[in-house]
Every structure is written in C-alpha cells, then in structure tokens.
C-alpha cells in the first residue's frame, strides 16, 4: 500500500509539474491569472458540510491530544509519513509557515507510519519541528477522513467543519499559502 500511495503522490506532482510555466514554482498559478487564493494555491473547497471525524491521538511526547480540544479554532490537520519524499520535504516549510501564526491557526502534523515512533522521532528532530506531532499507528484516524494519499491537509473550521482538503506537495513558504488558508477559513 505504501509503494501505491508513494506511485500516486509521485504521479500527481509529475501531472503539476506539466502543467506550471517555466520557471514557475507554483503549478497552479500556470491555470489562470485571475483564479482566488484557493484555486491558486491547489485548495479544493468543500461542497456539503461535513463534520471533520474526532479523534484522540498520542503525541511524540505521550500526551493525547483530541480535536474536540480546538473547537473554536481553525485547524489544519496534515497527513504524512516519513517514507514520503514529498511529505519530508514539507516539513520545515510547515514549521516556517507556521511562524507567527499560531495563535491564528492549530497546525497539527498527524504521522501515519504504523508501529515506527522511532523512525517519527527522528525525522520530526532532524527537520526541527517543534508543531504538534500525532501518532496515528494503525492508520485508523486517517481512514476516517478518507486519507487515500498523501500529504494531504484538511483545512477543518472553528465549528469542527472541513471546509476544505489540500492534496499533494506545497510551497508553504509561498505568498499564496496563507492567502488560502485565510480565504478558505475566513481568517482576517
């Protein structure tokens, strides 16, 4: 399964990269110049309510941490692995887009490599990442979100809503990231 999550993640970037003018960073910015935030930065926009699954996972540091803690707060809740290439690379930019403003948005980093905390640990310290880590070893809260590749990032609303999914590698570090994550949480 992880060789098949992996050929898909590698396919989709090969598939944005095709479409990205040269010299482009950004392949969604290739589409159109006058598409939102969300569109540019590759948000897809949830079209029916749908409650985001609760869950109550471990942290690295064994304390549990349950969404239900968040209410009130936007959320962005990331998928990843760290026998992902395109998911290891997003690290530090996740930490450095994070800077300055988490008291805006709770970044939680859920880690889906089954029984491997050791191998989280490691990668988590050699990146610097100091965002919440989750340990989801049996994968279960992903499959209730429906986690089919990854990364992927659920952006999920004060009122516990997702109200929107981010599929695939990102440049976090782009003006157009936190213009997304406002537009698509409605954050001022």
């Known amino acids: 399964m992880r060789r098949a999550i992996l050929l898909v993640v590698i396919i ?6 095709d479409i990205a003018m040269p010299g482009s960073n950004d392949p969604a910015s290739a589409l159109s110049p006058s598409l939102s ?17 609760p869950f109550e996972l471990k942290t690295l540091d064994g304390n549990s941490i349950t969404l239900h803690e968040f209410k009130g707060k936007p959320v962005l809740l990331k998928f990843w692995a760290t026998w992902c290439p395109s ?39 050699e990146n610097k990442v100091t965002l919440p880590v989750l340990l989801d070893p049996k994968a279960r809260t992903a499959r209730a979100y429906g986690v ?4 992927i990032s659920f952006l999920i609303d004060g009122e516990g809503l ?7 590698e990102r440049d976090w570090l782009s003006h157009k990231a936190w213009s997304a994550i406002k537009e698509v949480l409605n954050l001022h």
């Open 87 to 125: 998911c290891r690379e997003e690290l530090p930019m996740m930490e450095k887009f994070s800077e300055g403003r988490r008291n805006q948005l709770v970044i939680l980093m859920a880690a889906i490599d089954g029984e491997k905390e050791r191998k989280v640990r490691r990668v988590v310290q």
């Open 37 to 53: 935030a969300c569109e540019a930065f590759g948000v897809v926009k949830s079209l029916v309510e749908r409650k985001a699954p």
């Open 162 to 168: 997702i109200v929107g999914t981010i599929v695939g």
């Open 12 to 17: 989709h970037s090969l598939v944005l990269t």
């Open 148 to 151: 089919s590749m990854i990364p």
